[in-house]
């Protein structure tokens, strides 16, 4: 059974930083790319980042470029989002989800339950 | 960027009725393998997204065959045969094609 489980959301002051954490099993990790997709609260999906199977390539959305990492642990079959300089706008549920591989791009077919971030003071 | 545009944002529909959720790119979505990477995704209340369709026209393992897409060029459509009950949600086109991929704004389908 393919499971993605999401951690390390919460509650930050604007200008604050959080990693989440995204732990995989039941597909060959290391085969994917990996994205990350947050969503507003009652607003539409976006996506935000992703990364490559190895690691070498990650690309991220203009609005939080510079801000956000995306990377990952091949071995611990795990996906990050470093999330620094953060603003009220970031506001949103944030998803894991198995993006795609060399056959097929933006699969997009397995999401995780998500991991809240709120950006307040 | 390419933007998605969805019409109706939102969808009352009669049980047992046909639904149809228009998606319109604002360029094409030919990558360059050839493929279109323009899927559909549905959320009910609660839950995280599921995919129901792929490359257009695909339908996931598990989804009713009342779901259908269609679609080429900058114009695909998510039809729903008869609507049930437990189609109720919100329902998002995504393109793939293109970096940044992009969603739609989403559309709210909901029993009249």
């Known amino acids: 059974e393919v499971q993605l489980v999401e951690s390390g959301g919460g509650l930050v002051q604007p200008g604050g930083s959080l990693r989440l954490s995204c732990v995989v099993s039941?597909?060959?990790?290391?085969?994917?790319?990996m994205s990350w997709v947050r969503q507003a609260p009652g607003k539409g999906l976006e996506w935000v980042g992703q990364?490559?199977?190895?690691?070498?390539?990650?690309h991220c959305v203009d609005s939080v470029k510079g801000r956000f990492t995306v990377s990952r642990d091949n071995a611990k079959s795990s996906l990050y989002l470093q999330m620094n300089n953060l603003r009220v706008e970031d506001t949103a549920l944030y998803y894991c989800?198995?993006?795609?591989?060399?056959?097929?791009?933006?699969?997009?077919?397995?999401w995780g339950q998500g991991t809240l971030v709120t950006v307040s003071s | 960027d390419v933007v998605m545009t969805q019409s109706p944002l939102s969808l009352p529909v009669t049980l047992g009725q046909p639904a149809s959720i228009s998606c319109r790119s604002s360029?094409?979505?030919?990558?360059?393998?050839?493929?279109?990477?323009l899927s559909w995704f549905q959320q009910r209340p609660g839950q995280s997204p599921r995919r129901l369709i792929y490359?257009?026209?695909n339908r996931d393992s598990g989804v009713p065959d009342r779901f259908s897409g269609s679609g080429s060029g900058t114009d695909f459509t998510l039809k729903i045969s008869r609507v049930e009950a437990e189609d109720v949600g919100v329902y998002s086109c995504?393109?793939?094609?293109?970096?940044?991929?992009?969603f739609g704004q989403g559309t709210k389908l909901e029993i009249k």
């Open positions: 990364i490559k199977e190895d690691g070498s390539e990650q």
């Open positions: 989800v198995r993006d795609g591989d060399v056959n097929f791009r933006a699969m997009f077919d397995y």
């Open positions: 995504m393109q793939g094609s293109h970096g940044p991929f992009t």
């Open positions: 360029q094409g979505l030919v990558n360059t393998d050839g493929n279109i990477y």
């Open positions: 039941g597909f060959t990790f290391s085969s994917y790319w």
């Open positions: 490359k257009v026209s």
